[in-house]
């Protein structure tokens, strides 16, 4: 990968801003194949070396202290992790609100006790289809009605729950059943979230992207369904952004809002920023959390508004997009630095409009890409295994 020439240790500026949400990927082992995992496509390479429980717990702990309220514990499939319990046992003893982000795999009955025993506030379960055959076939495993046992479950046990669609080209003519059977599940919100091309989504981007016209319609099919509810269910359609002319503000800002945490304790100020060709990121186990929000180069890179070039620091949008996002700026153009290509006023938007072209040539063709499975063999760049 190119190298960005940056390092992490140099101190440049201080900060005001607080972490307030938290994300630990405590594990990026996961049961499920899914062909759009954020991910990265080389995780293979950090399977050694996940944070133990008490590593977790100090990362928790640092991040209260910096100011973090909100914690996601995703993966990967957190459910893996043994300690889960006692990691969300803890969080909840930080103060923390605590959502699960998981596929179900792992969980039984009395798990879903135990997790809300121990104080989880919330859990997000997604789902890869509407039925068996769709969503078992793109989870490259059998967990469909699994997925819809541990829905109910979540319901019954009195915890609010968020049902997660993944809407790309193969699944999208499924949004009418999706959204039933959300309803029929009683979820307390839906996300209708268009694949976003980071990870092993962008590998496999030629075979994901829906055309505008799929798009435009499961929007007004979601909107139709929102008028028709009669029950409180918060419905969320992401659009993908490859599809607007205006950027996404990423992350609410470069080290602003957020701060993520890889398995192996790598601290990143968005869980796609392992895409960027660092020679290193910042270690929660070299340094502490405070340390790398405030002081690290990687942090600082792209906070406020100094380093932005034309034509966003001329624009009056800077301080609402804050520039779109630097992991796609990245993988489009090869410089994170670069506006968001998504932007209309890029110099590179050419480069997200041959996208969408190409996805629409692909529709009905048999020699269409197909999906890569996320999964060891397809994995890219093994440094170790
Ligand atoms: Fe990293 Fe958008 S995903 S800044």
Not at 43 to 60: I, M
Not at 208 to 235: D, G, H, I, N, V
Not at 310 to 332: I, V
Request: with cysteine; net charge negative.
């Amino acid at each position: 990968m190119k190298s960005s020439g940056w390092s992490n240790k140099v101190a440049t500026k201080q900060t005001s801003s607080i972490p307030l949400w938290l994300l630990a990927e405590l594990t990026y082992a996961c049961p499920l194949q899914c062909g759009y995992c954020s991910n990265p496509v080389d995780y293979p390479r950090y399977k050694k070396g996940e944070l133990n429980t008490a590593e977790w717990v100090d990362v928790f702990t640092q991040g209260r202290a910096l100011g973090a309220l909100q914690l996601g514990l995703s993966g990967g499939e957190p459910l893996l992790r043994p300690d889960l319990e006692e990691l969300i046992a803890e969080a909840r003893r930080l103060g923390y609100y605590t959502n699960l982000i998981t596929s179900t795999v792992g969980m039984d009955l009395q798990r879903v006790t135990r997790l809300r025993e121990a104080g989880v506030d919330h859990i997000q379960v997604s789902f890869q289809g509407a039925n068996a055959a769709t969503n078992d076939y793109f989870a490259g495993t059998e967990c469909f009605e699994h997925k819809v046992a541990m829905a109910r479950a979540i319901k019954e046990s009195g915890l609010p729950m968020v049902l997660n669609f993944v809407l790309h080209r193969g699944n999208i003519d499924q949004l009418p059943e999706m959204l039933l059977l959300a309803d029929s599940l009683a979820a307390d919100f839906v996300e209708i979230a268009n694949c976003q091309y980071y990870g092993w989504a962008w590998q496999n981007r030629d075979a994901l992207l829906p055309s505008r016209q799929q798009l435009q319609e499961a929007e007004r099919l979601t909107a139709e369904f929102r008028q028709r509810l009669t029950r409180p269910m918060e419905l969320f359609f992401v659009v993908p952004d490859y599809y607007n002319d205006t950027p996404k503000p990423c992350s609410n800002g470069w080290g602003t809002t957020f701060i993520s945490v890889t398995p192996n304790g790598m601290v990143l100020p968005c869980h796609g920023a392992v895409v960027l060709p660092e020679t290193e990121f910042p270690d929660v186990r070299q340094q502490s959390l405070a340390d790398i929000w405030q002081r690290t180069e990687l942090f600082n890179r792209f906070r406020g508004n100094q380093w932005m070039k034309q034509p966003c620091a001329g624009c009056e949008q800077k301080e609402e997009d804050f520039a779109g996002c630097r992991c796609q700026a990245y993988l489009l153009t090869g410089e994170a630095a670069n506006t968001d290509p998504v932007c209309s006023k890029s110099p590179h938007r050419h480069l997200v409009d041959q996208q969408i072209e190409r996805a629409a040539a692909l529709i009905g063709r048999v020699d269409a890409p197909v999906i890569e499975k996320r999964n060891p063999q397809n994995s890219r760049g093994l440094a170790s295994s």
